[in-house]
């Protein structure tokens, strides 16, 4: 996985940064209408549209908006029941239609996330956020494509009746960036422990000078080389307790620090999330979307290279939470349970099928006997295009459990998410973590350590 994205990381830093020298509000898309008028629309309707498959409402603010954090001191903490999430600066946010992982266009990400959202031209649509702004770039996007039927809500008045409001049970573990931008600046952010001292990671493949931290990183935030807690020694495997507690003290991390996990790309950033809360770290958060929502919310990048200062106690014996990650001998001993646990295979229907191995550095196909697909990117091993919005933060939270329920998963169930090495499925059971679950692990060694052992596999659709 390392080498795999390390390019592609660098072509996303070079693109947020000059996103990043632009204006702080996104421009309208190329050949917008601009200052068309939509019908508002008040309470009643909308309750009457939730419930008419006819409409569809839409949340036209930030991601983080929708799932639950307050942005700005907007109110409205979380989403209307029953509302799907468009928000208003996917079509604006950085993206190359011809140096992405899929080979897919910014027109075909959006026209798959629009059906996916049952946003289509056939539906009457309302649209709603709670400053006035945003309700209107969404609104003039969709005219501007063909959309016809839209009318606008200000949910300000869904807040002020008190009516129903949902969240993402654990919203908390992937913070928008304006809350790491508050902490940065007073020490303090929403959510945020008082008493914890929170320190700031950027996680990438290389050091320093491959990895992309020089052009631009979250300020304050270290450096962790991706190969420091997986060694190329062992093949890119997570790397043994005494080994992670080391790096855990040279790093200057104890058990009773709290983690904010940064990054280009939010699999690296989860991955590390995920062994910092094996370790028994306090308190673990992940920035959603990575640079180019920190970006997008119009905070500067820093090139200053920060040092960590090293710590001779990690403060507890770890792991403190080994449930989290299974071993190759509990994963095997799982599989023969006749019910109460699944294995999710996170990887591309390719590798799943055994028709690829997905990676450069590793040729043998195939897949764990009972392992059920569970989707991750369509055609690269560094993709997480099913799980993730334009912009590389948290796809819909109901979505994606939709799309599990599909594969025919039963969340009530053990699960325990794998791909080839552990980065892909990281990022999921982060995701589900988010949405309340709980009954979550990690299979670490994914393929690749099952098939290096020569434990039973098979190939085929």
Request: charged fraction near 25%; glycine fraction near 8%; hydrophobic fraction near 40%.
């Amino acid at each position: 996985m390392k080498k795999n994205v390390i390019t592609f990381i660098c072509v996303v830093i070079i693109a947020v940064s000059a996103f990043a020298a632009g204006s702080r509000e996104p421009e309208k898309v190329q050949n917008m209408q601009s200052g068309i008028k939509f019908e508002l629309c008040g309470i009643d309707e909308v309750k009457k549209a939730l419930t008419d498959q006819a409409f569809t409402v839409i949340d036209a603010r930030s991601s983080d908006s929708y799932m639950g954090w307050s942005i700005n001191g907007d109110k409205l903490r979380g989403h209307i029941p029953g509302a799907v999430d468009f928000s208003y600066t996917w079509p604006v946010s950085p993206y190359d239609n011809n140096k992405n992982l899929e080979k897919e266009t910014r027109e075909e990400v959006i026209n798959q996330a629009l059906k996916n959202k049952n946003i289509l031209k056939t539906k009457n649509l309302i649209v709603y956020d709670t400053n006035g702004k945003d309700s209107q770039k969404v609104a003039e996007f969709l005219y501007s494509i063909g959309y016809k039927n839209i009318k606008i809500f200000n949910a300000a008045e869904w807040i002020n009746a008190k009516n129903e409001v949902k969240q993402y049970p654990n919203y908390k573990l992937l913070l928008p960036p304006e809350v790491v931008y508050n902490y940065i600046q007073t020490g303090t952010g929403e959510t945020l422990d008082k008493n914890i001292n929170y320190k700031i990671f950027n996680v990438a493949w290389g050091e320093i000078e491959q990895s992309g931290y020089l052009e631009g990183h979250i300020p304050g935030a270290v450096h962790v080389n991706t190969d420091w807690f997986e060694p190329k020694e062992i093949g890119w495997m997570l790397a043994d307790d005494a080994h992670l507690e080391k790096l855990m003290l040279k790093l200057g991390i104890s058990s009773s620090d709290g983690a904010i996990i940064t990054g280009p790309e939010p699999m690296a950033a989860a991955r590390f999330a995920v062994i910092l809360t094996y370790l028994g770290v306090k308190d673990v958060r992940v920035l959603n979307g990575a640079l180019i929502d920190w970006v997008q919310a119009g905070y500067a990048l820093s090139k200053e290279n920060i040092l960590p200062k090293a710590i001779s106690s990690f403060g507890a014996r770890v792991p403190v939470r080994e449930n989290i990650i299974d071993t190759i001998e509990e994963t095997q001993a799982n599989l023969k349970k006749e019910k109460g646990y699944v294995l999710i295979d996170n990887r591309t229907p390719e590798e799943y099928a055994g028709k690829i191995s997905g990676y450069s550095y590793h040729d043998k196909a195939g897949r764990i006997k009972g392992a059920v697909f569970g989707y991750a990117g369509k055609k690269s091993s560094s993709s997480m295009s099913y799980y993730r919005n334009i912009d590389k933060t948290m796809r819909n939270g109901y979505e994606i459990l939709n799309m599990l329920k599909t594969c025919g998963i039963d969340t009530k169930n053990k699960m325990s998410f794998m791909c080839g090495s552990g980065w892909r499925a990281a990022e999921v059971l982060w995701y589900m973590r988010v949405m309340g679950f709980e009954n979550v692990s990690l299979y670490s060694d994914g393929w690749i350590g099952w098939s290096n052992r020569g434990l039973p596999s098979i190939k085929g659709e």
